[in-house]
């Protein structure tokens, strides 16, 4: 009879992993924070260009200002549904990621995360230089980077006993994120938020292995 293999600390570590959305008042300590930026910085990137940046939101007036600016995105597109065909749909659609987006500025720890744009990559290169007609590549190997930050990121919180979340949601609420945060060298991939979970999530469903490989 086959037993199951006992799992390492590293697969009991992802597999404990949630997204967290409430979270205690409590702020971690710095080093733990300095750790996980750490395991962040860590990440490979393209041609070992480091380019993921984290922006720590601690400013009320730009939490507060980026709240407005959310409320305002939500509205201009409830406006834009009206006697739309699906208007009912769209409107759950709206309510629902507003609703997932609204509860980051109650978090301890708010980070805008993006990578800055002026590094030579191979694909940069062969575009400048005409034998490439487009240049989608380096912003999917700028996003892989941003990915694989986030990944350290998380799981050194999860070691610590933190809880975080990465939400994209909110920037198609607020298409002007650079400008609010008075940044023109960085663009922001996502936000993340940490802290002391104060909730304990299910786990969501997961597809099996064989559902996610193909051999050719």
Same mark, same amino acid.
């Given at each position: 009879?086959?037993?199951? @293999?006992n ?6 570590l992802i ?6 959305r409430k ?6 300590? $710095?080093?733990?924070?300095?750790s996980?930026?750490?395991?962040a910085?860590?990440a490979p990137s393209?041609?070992? #260009? ?5 922006i720590?939101i601690?400013?009320k007036?730009?939490r ?5 600016a959310?409320? #305002? ?8 549904i009206?006697?739309k065909e699906g208007?009912k ?13 609204e509860?980051?500025f109650?978090a301890?720890? &708010?980070?805008?995360v993006?990578?800055?744009p002026?590094?030579? %990559?191979?694909?940069?290169k062969m575009?400048?230089?005409?034998? &490439? ?6 912003e999917? %190997? ?5 990915? &694989?930050?986030l ?7 999860e070691?610590l006993? &933190?809880?975080?979340?990465?939400l994209?949601g909110p920037?198609?609420f607020?298409?002007n994120?650079? $400008?609010?945060?008075?940044i023109?060298d ?5 936000f993340?938020?940490?802290?002391? @979970?104060?909730?304990? @999530?299910d786990? @969501?469903?997961?597809? #099996?292995i064989?559902?996610?490989?193909s051999e050719?």
């Amino acid at each position: 009879m086959k037993t199951k @293999p006992n799992r390492s600390f590293l697969e009991e570590l992802i597999s404990k992993r949630r997204s967290t959305r409430k979270y205690k008042p409590d702020n971690p300590p $710095e080093e733990w924070i300095n750790s996980m930026l750490y395991c962040a910085l860590m990440a490979p990137s393209p041609s070992n #260009s480091q380019p993921v940046r984290f922006i720590r939101i601690s400013s009320k007036g730009k939490r507060d200002t980026l709240y407005e600016a959310l409320n #305002s995105g939500r509205q201009n597109f409830l406006n834009a549904i009206q006697f739309k065909e699906g208007e009912k749909k769209l409107k759950k659609w709206i309510t629902t990621y507003y609703r997932f987006s609204e509860f980051m500025f109650n978090a301890p720890l &708010l980070f805008a995360v993006g990578t800055i744009p002026f590094y030579k %990559s191979f694909s940069k290169k062969m575009f400048e230089e005409g034998l &490439l007609t487009h240049n989608k590549k380096e912003e999917t %190997s700028l996003d892989i980077t941003v990915g &694989l930050a986030l990944k350290g990121f998380i799981l050194k919180g999860e070691e610590l006993g &933190l809880g975080t979340c990465i939400l994209t949601g909110p920037l198609v609420f607020i298409p002007n994120v650079e $400008e609010i945060l008075g940044i023109n060298d960085v663009r922001i991939t996502c936000f993340i938020t940490a802290g002391f @979970p104060d909730e304990k @999530p299910d786990m @969501p469903p997961r597809k #099996s292995i064989p559902e996610i490989i193909s051999e050719i």
